[in-house]
């Protein structure tokens, strides 16, 4: 964000280092295949050329971007008992694990009450996605780690009643994201390692600190958190996180079955006699909502943290669809519900959360049951931010202090039906103003993360490659214009991807890292960020987003000495001591971002690599002007097929190797204390209009900018969205100046959804600036801003 500093002085290493990134010199041969790579290569091609002869599926797309959807595994009408079992065909435990989901479809699921599947979750009941009279789909099992083939697939039915009997006709295993027929070997291979690392200077200033959203400091607390809240775990787990300065960051309350069934010396929670649909608030007076809050180590008694509503209970809520959604006329009894659970938890525990999300993902179908309905002329959206204020202002009324907020969304992809999604949560923004305290929501990459870059040409949909930051500017100009202007929530991010393999593990944790060094760029729009990262997970105790799995060895698993750490658990240790007061930084590359600090006698950078080529860093010229005695480096990678933690170790200042997807922590070591003399003050400033698309006319947007004369820098940044990519440049002129916008590869993405960035002369900024934008048609102007730096008084 400033401009260039300093000098480049090159030691003879970068000397090297420059000549060796020519491109003409390339390595010998490209990189291989892993042996996991192997192995799923010959899984999927037991799949399309041996499981699906015969059978039926669905496909998406067509000609070459043709790929599987659904491939109906069983085909048979059966009636099913409770305690039935249904073995599926020989293979189908082979293929599980390219799978998100299964399903049914019959006649009366809806007495299907769980299903357990052998021989992956025995005893285990995957969470449900979708139930009806007609469907039940299920969330596929992790898939244990295991070097003998698995058993034959077995499906377990445990109904409602014991002498209900419902009726399935088949069963499907259905893919988040459509598999094609040709193998992809991008997540089994050591990307770019064919080609000779390109060289990127980093520049820090060290003479002065970076404010934003009106402090310098890097609050560690609002990014190093887990998804525990206090309590959940035994205090030896807790413990370990705290010695790696984690804490508990986000959870979720069930209603339903947290106190609509008895788990331990109390009556469960019921249907008032008087009035139907509502709850019986008396069962308060004999339950303890303060067990594990008591439990919990001091620390994590002192610490706000984050809790969700969901799925209240069968008497109040639409059948089956929505994961318990309040029906419409039972709103003001479920928000009665609401704020009766967390007065009690503070009478009782002490304490709540700081933060209480409304619905779990209520921007989903699967989750609000009144979006189902739209077709019908229900306003599900409308619904959805009237239920939000009504549980706002009956939690308020009794717990004053406690945050509310939502809709904890899911699948942002505002883009779609031409920004409709957008709009939805626009008129959220609009309709809960004055009510909510907060907005959150979730992201998720699935396995066509890996290796973004080199997908950008490939249908690429996920978020990390600049869709993120555009979305978030969309809906934070949209809260400038309805002077709504509230703190965002990232409640969940990681992968959707299933299994416990090296490239799953390497898949959630660049997830993880990028997401964070992301999200501590936005100190100034994000108070909490909280990766779907567990300590343990006793309902799902060897799923990949697990730090610890159980022992093999013992029956008994409570403490953390009854578990073995897992490749995940490494994220803690990358992390463990990130922490300081920020630095400004600046770098000539697309697709990095870099986030320093300094503390006490050092300086750390926390450095993500999202492009297509592996990089070395150059630090020597801060190193040689602050008079650095050591560069050290921490690094969590994929390399030669496994997932790889190399402790801090010296390196290279002039060539820090950082490879396609990694996120590194890097460290000079200072003879002193880092002594800046002033602050940068970042500002954002936003223009209202979003989502304005072009049929290649000139679009005018109005920014105003505060005390402009003190401006010590400028950048413009456009967001924009093109399907076809971007492939004519941005006419762009501030207040009648031409601005040359570089569109980088933008031209190189099948879709294109990603912000745009120029630099601005300070004498261009005024108090009120007109930018106009003349973009090829097609082109959707996401949002538009201008962010400056000033020396802070």
């Not at 509502?278 to 067990?291: E, P, T």
């Not at 409709?420 to 998720?444: C, K, M, P, V, W």
């Not at 762009?732 to 980088?744: A, E, Q």
């Amino acid at each position: 964000m400033i401009d260039r500093i300093g000098s480049s002085i090159f030691s003879p290493l970068v000397a090297c280092a420059i000549l060796f990134s020519c491109p003409s010199v390339l390595l010998s041969k490209p990189p291989m295949l892993s042996a996991e790579g192997r192995q799923a290569r010959a899984t999927h091609d037991y799949l399309f050329d041996t499981f699906l002869v015969g059978r039926k599926a669905s496909y998406q797309g067509s000609g070459e971007n043709l790929a599987l959807k659904q491939i109906v595994v069983w085909e048979e009408t059966r009636e099913i008992r409770d305690g039935d079992v249904l073995l599926l065909p020989v293979g189908s435990e082979r293929i599980a694990g390219l799978f998100r989901h299964f399903g049914f479809r019959g006649d009366n699921l809806d007495r299907i009450k769980e299903v357990h599947v052998d021989p992956f979750s025995p005893g285990k009941s995957p969470p449900r996605s979708a139930q009806t009279k007609e469907l039940y789909r299920v969330q596929m099992p992790s898939i244990p780690l295991s070097d003998k083939p698995f058993g034959q697939m077995k499906i377990k039915f445990i109904l409602k009643k014991k002498d209900a009997v419902c009726q399935i006709n088949d069963l499907a295993f259905i893919a988040q994201k459509a598999i094609p027929p040709e193998f992809d070997t991008i997540p089994y291979r050591d990307l770019a390692s064919e080609f000779p690392r390109e060289r990127v200077e980093i520049r820090i200033d060290t003479r002065r600190e970076l404010s934003i959203g009106g402090t310098a400091s890097l609050q560690r607390d609002r990014w190093f958190r887990i998804h525990e809240t206090p309590g959940v775990v035994d205090q030896s787990f807790e413990t370990w996180a705290a010695e790696r300065n984690f804490l508990p960051g986000r959870g979720a309350f069930k209603f339903n079955p947290a106190i609509t069934r008895s788990w331990g010396d109390w009556k469960p929670l019921e249907e008032r006699s008087d009035k139907p649909g509502a709850a019986d608030l008396s069962f308060f007076d004999q339950y303890d909502a303060g067990v594990r809050h008591r439990k919990t180590i001091p620390l994590f008694k002192q610490k706000p943290f984050a809790l969700c509503f969901n799925d209240w209970p069968d008497f109040m809520s639409v059948p089956l669809v929505g994961r318990g959604t309040p029906r419409i006329e039972h709103f003001d009894d479920a928000a009665e519900l609401a704020a009766a659970y967390v007065e009690d938890q503070i009478k009782d525990g002490g304490f709540t959360a700081a933060w209480w999300e409304v619905k779990n993902e209520s921007s989903v179908q699967s989750e609000w049951a009144h979006h189902w309905k739209e077709k019908e002329g229900i306003d599900g959206w409308g619904l959805l931010a009237d239920f939000h204020n009504r549980v706002a202002d009956a939690v308020h009324q009794r717990t004053p202090e406690v945050k509310v907020g939502g809709p904890s969304s899911a699948y942002m992809q505002v883009q779609v039906q031409d920004f409709g999604l957008f709009r939805n949560q626009a008129r959220f923004i609009e309709e809960t103003r004055g009510h909510i305290d907060f907005y959150s929501h979730h992201f998720y990459e699935n396995a066509l993360m890996l290796g973004a870059h080199e997908r950008r040409g490939m249908g690429y949909s996920n978020y990390l490659l600049g869709r993120y930051e555009a979305t978030l500017d969309m809906l934070r100009a949209h809260m400038h214009k309805v002077d709504h202007v509230l703190p965002i929530l990232i409640t969940e991010t990681g992968s959707l991807q299933n299994g416990r393999k090296p490239s799953d593990n390497w898949l959630r944790l660049l997830a993880w890292n990028a997401y964070l060094t992301k999200s501590m760029q936005r100190p100034d729009q994000i108070d909490l960020f909280v990766p779907f990262i567990f300590l343990h997970m006793a309902w799902n105790p060897m799923s990949g987003d697990a730090s610890f799995t159980p022992k093999g060895d013992r029956k008994r698993h409570q403490t953390i000495d009854d578990f073995e750490p897992t490749t995940i658990a490494n994220y803690f240790e990358l992390w463990r001591d990130f922490d300081g007061r920020r630095l400004p930084v600046d770098f000539d590359r697309d697709w990095l971002d870099v986030v320093a600090v300094h503390d006490k006698n050092r300086i750390s950078l926390a450095v993500t690599n999202m492009g297509g080529r592996q990089i070395s860093v150059d630090l020597s010229a801060v190193a040689q002007r602050i008079g650095a005695t050591d560069a050290m480096q921490t690094r969590l990678n994929y390399h030669e097929g496994e997932v790889v933690f190399e402790p801090e170790h010296k390196v290279d200042v002039a060539a820090v190797p950082v490879d396609v997807n990694e996120t590194t922590v890097l460290r000079l070591t200072l003879a002193s204390p880092l002594t800046p003399t002033a602050t940068l003050q970042m500002d954002r400033w936003f223009a209202t209009k979003t989502a304005v698309k072009s049929e290649g006319e000139v679009q005018s947007f109005d920014v105003g900018v505060k005390d402009f004369e003190a401006v010590d820098s400028a950048k413009l940044i456009v967001g924009v969205h093109r399907g076809g990519g971007v492939t004519e440049p941005l006419l762009v002129s501030i207040n009648g100046t031409p601005i040359k916008v570089d569109s980088g590869d933008a031209a190189e993405f099948s879709e294109f959804f990603a912000p745009l960035d120029a630099r601005v002369p300070v004498t261009l900024i005024q108090a009120n600036n007109l930018i106009d934008i003349n973009a090829q048609k097609g082109t959707t102007i996401t949002s538009v801003q201008l962010v400056t730096n000033r020396l802070a008084p």
